[in-house]
Each structure stands twice: as C-alpha cells, then as structure tokens.
C-alpha cells in the first residue's frame, strides 16, 4: 500500500499524539516524561500549520502511520531560518522509510527553511 505525505489537519491530532506519547513511554527520542493529552496539543498543532514550519502525516490506507514537524530553533533573528525537525513513525511501520519520506518532502518544498539548506554531517543532503 502507498504511503501518502500530506499536511496534517486536526483530525489527525489523535493519532499523532498517540504515536508521539508511544516513544514517551517506551523510546529514548524525545525528552518529555509525561504523555501529551490531545486537547493540551490542539495549540501545538496550530502553530505548526505555515509552510515554513509544517506538519505532516504519513498515511497508509486511510492511518496516519507517522508524522514530522519543522519547528523553530530559536526565537533570535538570526535564527529565523534555522528549524528543528522531528519524525515519528510508528513503532509497527519502522524501518520502510516512512521518516525519510517526510524529510524529503520538506527538502521539496520552496517555502521550507530545509528547502534552502540542509546538512547531514559535513555534506548537503540531496532531497
């Protein structure tokens, strides 16, 4: 079945919450100690609705399977286009190239700051 990148809507909340406070409780990805709730993400989500800091979810018939955000790095100006990506897949649906399915949709994207430019170790990565 095909995996379809697209932006995330609130409907999608749920299931990224769920795929987020998954790694929460059992991974070593994120910081956070404590699950999020749906309603306390409903703001996250908003602010992650402009085309320079998306969020977007991997669907797979109909399920979101994953998501990504680019998140500012810093509130300084200098700063302005740097960003802070985050992917999260799954944990049944790892290892199929999901997450990198949803970094090379940003390095597509012309209103992106990854679109501009992006560093892996000491070379460009390609989208």
Known sequence: MAVVIRAATPADLPAIVAIYNHEVLHGVATFDTEPWSVEEQTGWLAAHQSAS?????????????GWGTLSPWSSRCAYARAVEDSVYVHHAHRGR???R???RRWLRAPATPASASCWRGSRRAEP
């Open 53 to 65: 800091h998306p969020c977007l979810v991997a669907e797979e018939a109909g399920t979101v399977v």
């Open 97 to 99: 190239g999901i997450g």
């Open 101 to 103: 399915a949803c970094c």
